[in-house]
């Protein structure tokens, strides 16, 4: 079998489109807002927040971008997050992860008002995810997963995921999505780690497998039931052989070998990746309607 490559580029262009629609036909010269927080030089999150910048820009949502060194301080970034909770203009604040050394992220994320959470990292967000209230911003990568994965399969209702991973960025909240009983969900889902002493045991069971170990090439091919719809949220940045001395991104699957088992299979770069921005601009507008008494 030859699986379907999931185009994740072009479903996120064809929802982007769609918020682009949604921005230009809201009245007067109202435009959601988003704060993006940058503090240091790392220059993979420097990449994202021109990415995040750019897509902002493309569909017309107003960004506000804040770029500090390293030595800002904890203090100084609580008191721009506490002046940009109540900043009438800004509709979503983003604080680009991670903070350099010294920084404590969970009092940093603790502070952002969670209405304004278009992260969806706010623990009364994820609270609400766990209890299956639509009331609040469900974390970009996660979400994009999901949309994905509904695209794919259609009716979800009893099948089996099985995800890879349980950090809070990506598998706790996505398993906790995928259970809830609604029409985006409403699966059997197990999530496995890194204690599994055979994660394959598990891995061949799954209808629907979520690779979000962030170790390249974990899953190969004999993991995999024939037919399984796999989703890959691995992003890690490795030597290029083709480019010395660059670097490129590898998925968490073995793609040559799994996309002949899988039905559908998602690349890197080009899957995940493009959904997670995505999202965050669809947690914006949304934020901003909330802000507005928008239906
Ligand atoms: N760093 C890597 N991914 C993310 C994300 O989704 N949000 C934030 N704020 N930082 C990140």
Redesign the pocket.
Same mark, same amino acid.
């Given at each position: 079998m030859s699986a379907e490559i999931i185009d994740g580029k072009k479903i996120a262009e064809d929802i982007r489109s769609v918020l682009a629609k949604e921005i230009n036909s809201l009245d007067g010269d109202g435009r959601p807002g988003l704060a993006v927080v940058l503090i240091g030089s790392d220059p993979?999150?420097e990449v994202?927040v021109r990415m995040k910048k750019k897509a902002c820009a493309d569909i017309g949502v107003e960004s506000y971008e804040y770029s500090y060194g390293a030595d800002y301080g904890e203090d100084a970034l609580l008191d721009l997050i506490s002046d940009l909770n109540e900043d009438p203009k800004v509709n979503g604040i @983003?604080?680009?992860?991670?903070l350099p050394a010294g920084y404590d992220e969970k009092k940093v994320i603790e502070a952002i008002a969670p209405e304004k959470d278009v992260?969806g990292?706010h623990p009364q967000n994820v609270g609400r995810i766990v209890i299956g209230d639509t009331d609040c911003f469900l974390?970009?990568?996660p979400y994009g997963c999901q949309i994905l994965i509904k695209r794919v399969v259609g009716d979800l209702k009893g099948k089996h995921v099985v995800i890879v991973g349980r950090s809070n @960025?990506v598998g706790k909240p996505l398993a906790n999505m995928l259970i809830q009983k609604s029409d985006m969900a409403n699966c059997i889902v197990t999530v496995c780690h890194s204690a599994a002493a055979d994660i394959g045991l598990y891995t061949r069971q799954a209808d629907i497998l979520v690779a979000a170990a962030g170790s390249p090439g974990l899953i190969t091919a004999d993991m995999v039931k024939p037919g399984a719809v796999v989703i890959d949220v691995g992003t890690t940045r490795i030597e290029n052989p083709d480019k010395p001395g660059t670097k490129r991104l590898a998925g968490d699957v073995d793609f040559e070998s799994v996309s002949q088992v899988a039905s559908a299979i998602t690349p890197v770069p080009g899957g995940v990746g493009p959904m997670?921005i995505t999202m965050?601009l669809s947690n914006t507008v949304k934020a901003y309607k909330m802000h507005n008494g928008i239906a």
């Open positions: 993979a999150s994202y @983003l604080v680009q992860l991670p992260d990292f974390p970009c990568t @960025l997670t965050l």
